[in-house]
């Protein structure tokens, strides 16, 4: 992999990461599409989060002089497409990038990590509360 290609990638996960998008993954999609060199996936917790990752990533590349030919599903806020020629940026609502899991769907791509993706710590994902005993006490 080039640096100056994982250079390029990592002001797109930069801005991505500027408003906290959660579990980032960058996907080099060169050799199995024509559509785009990568894809970076991320999600949000809430509507609101990711529409608001969605508006920070526009203007953050903006600012850098880099302009989305095409965005769509912002108002929404379960799945922002944001299409930048050769990087293609995908912000889910968490539920909804479980349900279309494009990391399996895109398996055969390579994985990626740019130095912020390297530098990052992940913050730790919430527990699954299946297995706790509630009780609830009706009067």
């Not at 020629?85 to 740019?114: K, P, Q």
Request: glycine letters at 6%; hydrophobic letters at 40%; charged letters at 30%.
């Amino acid at each position: 992999m080039t640096e100056p290609f994982l250079a390029e990638l990592d002001v797109y996960v930069k801005s991505a990461l500027g408003r906290k998008a959660r579990q980032p993954v960058l996907l080099d999609v060169r050799h199995l599409t024509s559509l785009a060199d990568a894809f970076l996936i991320c999600h949000g917790t809430s509507n609101r989060q990711v529409s608001a990752i969605a508006e920070h990533i526009q203007r953050d590349l903006k600012k850098q002089g880099i302009k989305a030919l095409s965005v769509d599903g912002l108002k929404d806020g379960h799945w922002v497409l944001m299409d930048y020629g050769h990087v293609v940026i995908h912000v889910f609502y968490e539920d909804t990038r479980r349900f279309y899991d494009l990391e399996g769907l895109w398996s055969d791509a390579r994985r990626l990590t740019t130095a912020s993706l390297a530098d990052r710590v992940d913050e730790p994902e919430p527990e699954d509360d299946t297995d706790i005993d509630e009780t609830v006490f009706i009067e």
